[in-house]
């Protein structure tokens, strides 16, 4: 049997002011849909629970791995429903996202009113967890290196098929017990403009930003004052998070991006990083979105050299860069 990742955060949501579900949606021991067996909750968020399985199915076979993570929304009245719609949607959506740095969603079920996601489990811990903010001590250059091509790769996939995460943050990254780097929890994801559901998706998407879905101290200034979201978005959440992966500590202070333009505020340049990757990391985080760059490959041609670039990232990690 696979280790088990302790309660912290895995792949539930949890940084942000949500509602907080006063009970667990169920007893350890269920099993739904007859199959799923829930062992223990390794994780609790304002929006779900997730839970240890066994996948009864695949230990019948005799699969190699029959446990999975089992996200269940755990949302109070009155955003069930929104919280329903929002963890099918994201099953949905993550399906079409299959990328060795984004987390593996295998289906999405119901069970009378539990509306759950089921999930490859993960062994290890969320960057939140191995880098706290606040330490003043990054990552070592090659483990910054890795989670930040992680990081990368799996945002331009992400990108390229459309998809935006809008919430990336060092609680959503996941560092695997052999490394590998996974981003988390696409639940707020959006599509770029064009989507035929977008109308009922942004209804969803706002009521759930005003229980707490968004995370204020790695959100872009134009997304806190209400502008959809855009790539754009993600790739300041991606500078402020590079930021703490490499000084263990928040650029601005864990203050919102507003409240550091309006202060003037200005990160200070992590001790050692070549002036090069300084000045492609300032672009990143630039108030203005026009002053980022126009794409993740772009920026990571700028930071860490052109083999990084267009079409790259990915054969890149697979021969362990």
């Known amino acids: 049997m696979s280790r088990v990742v302790p309660p912290q955060r895995?792949?539930?949501?949890?940084?942000?002011?949500?509602?907080?579900?006063?009970?667990?949606p169920h007893h350890l021991g269920t099993r739904l849909k007859g199959r799923y067996e829930l062992i223990q909750v390794i994780g609790r968020g304002g929006m779900s629970t997730v839970y240890h399985a066994v996948d009864h199915i695949r230990l019948r076979g005799r699969a190699a791995q029959p446990h999975?993570?089992?996200?269940?929304?755990?949302?109070?009245?009155?955003?069930?429903h929104a919280a329903h719609e929002l963890i099918h949607r994201e099953a949905q959506r993550?399906?079409?996202?299959?990328?060795?740095?984004?987390?593996?969603?295998?289906?999405?079920?119901?069970?009378?009113?539990?509306?759950?996601?089921?999930?490859?489990?993960?062994?290890?811990?969320?960057?939140?967890?191995?880098?706290?903010?606040?330490?003043?001590?990054?990552?070592?250059?090659?483990?910054?290196?890795r989670v930040i091509t992680g990081v990368a790769a799996a945002l331009a996939h992400a990108h390229g098929a459309g998809v935006i995460h809008t919430d990336l943050k060092p609680g959503n990254v996941f560092i695997s017990g052999d490394g590998t780097v996974k981003v988390l929890d696409f639940g707020l994801a959006q599509r770029t403009g064009g989507a035929e559901d977008a109308h009922q998706?942004?209804?969803?998407?706002?009521?759930?930003?005003?229980?707490?879905?968004?995370?204020?101290?790695?959100?872009?200034?134009?997304?806190?004052?209400?502008?959809?979201?855009?790539?754009?978005?993600?790739?300041?959440?991606?500078?402020?998070?590079?930021?703490?992966?490499?000084c263990g500590a928040h650029p601005f202070q864990r203050r919102t991006s507003q409240e550091a333009q309006r202060m003037g505020l200005q990160p200070l340049r992590p001790q050692g990083l070549a002036p090069h990757r300084w000045r492609a990391l300032k672009a990143l985080m630039a108030f203005d979105p026009a002053a980022r760059p126009a794409s993740v490959d772009a920026f990571m041609a700028g930071f860490l050299g052109p083999r990084f670039g267009p079409r790259a990232l990915l054969n890149v990690l697979r021969m362990g860069a």
């Open 201 to 246: 998706e942004d209804a969803t998407i706002r009521y759930l930003d005003l229980v707490g879905g968004l995370t204020p101290s790695f959100a872009s200034p134009e997304r806190l004052a209400g502008a959809d979201p855009t790539p754009g978005c993600d790739l300041f959440a991606f500078g402020l998070l590079i930021y703490v992966v490499l």
């Open 68 to 80: 999975v993570a089992v996200k269940v929304a755990s949302m109070p009245a009155p955003y069930a």
């Open 10 to 24: 895995m792949v539930g949501r949890g940084t942000g002011q949500a509602a907080t579900p006063t009970v667990l």
């Open 94 to 145: 993550m399906q079409g996202l299959v990328h060795p740095n984004i987390v593996r969603v295998f289906d999405s079920d119901h069970q009378d009113d539990t509306h759950f996601m089921v999930m490859e489990l993960l062994t290890g811990r969320t960057l939140a967890t191995v880098l706290p903010e606040g330490t003043g001590k990054g990552l070592d250059w090659p483990q910054a290196r």
